[in-house]
């Protein structure tokens, strides 16, 4: 089965500057797809971003991009010039197959400082 | 395109009493899925349907819990009779049913079961 784990529960950045969030999976697929959202205290679930395994280059959008590293099954979120409407939760998520289901890690949750 | 509609926001209830959770999907989305979102457990998928069929149900918790989905248009998760532990966020979100399409999330119900 596959699983998605984001071991840090909290981070902290401070305004302007850049954080990364990180995700590592584990699957024994080859052909799968990523995603990170985002969910600020409104409680709505954002798509960020999304890489497919597929894809060497990084996926990029905006403020943020992601380091996609295949061989070690890691899929980080870069966040720079951080805003503080970017306080909020953040999910990585692992899908593959054409069904759409999805499988998240716990999550992480990013503070911003003034 | 109005999003993925959940009712109601916020449920309240009484253990032992019903509840009924409703979702409308994007329309033209063939698939549709039912999370569970706890500070312990975090996001799991409870069950998803391609095509108003039900596909997997192996996360739901119990026969206490049932969904169905009647049309393409419409979807509910039912608790019968519901229990303390329920007390969650309960999302539903649609998708095409294609490789590495993204999941739109409604905006939750929050259930309180006392």
């Known amino acids: 089965a596959q699983t998605v784990t984001q071991s840090q529960p909290e981070m902290s950045v401070q305004e302007a500057e850049t954080v990364t969030l990180s995700c590592t999976y584990d699957t024994s697929e080859s052909d799968y797809y990523l995603f990170w959202y985002k969910q600020p205290p409104s409680r709505q679930m954002i798509l960020v971003i999304r890489q497919e395994a597929y894809k060497q280059q990084n996926a990029t959008e905006n403020r943020f991009s992601v380091n996609f590293q295949k061989a070690a099954k890691s899929f980080s979120l870069k966040i720079s010039d951080s805003q503080l409407g970017d306080a909020a939760m953040y999910f990585c998520?692992?899908?593959?197959?054409?069904?759409?289901?999805?499988?998240f890690g716990k999550g992480i949750t990013l503070s911003v400082r003034p | 395109d109005a999003g993925v509609i959940q009712s109601p926001r916020h449920e309240v209830t009484e253990m032992g009493q019903e509840v009924t959770l409703r979702c409308k999907p994007i329309s033209g989305h063939n698939s549709l899925f039912w999370y569970r979102q706890t500070m312990m457990r975090g996001l799991e998928l409870l069950i998803y349907?391609?095509?108003?069929?039900?596909?997997?149900d192996s996360g739901m918790p119990e026969d206490r819990f049932s969904a169905k989905m009647p049309n393409a248009s419409f979807s509910t998760l039912k608790i019968q009779p519901s229990e303390p532990r329920d007390s969650a966020v309960y999302f539903c979100?649609?998708?095409?049913?294609?490789?590495?399409?993204?999941?739109?999330f409604g905006n939750g119900t929050r259930l309180t079961v006392t």
């Open positions: 998520a692992y899908g593959n197959g054409a069904n759409s289901k999805l499988t």
């Open positions: 349907f391609n095509n108003n069929v039900p596909i997997d």
């Open positions: 979100a649609s998708s095409r049913q294609l490789f590495n399409s993204p999941l739109h």
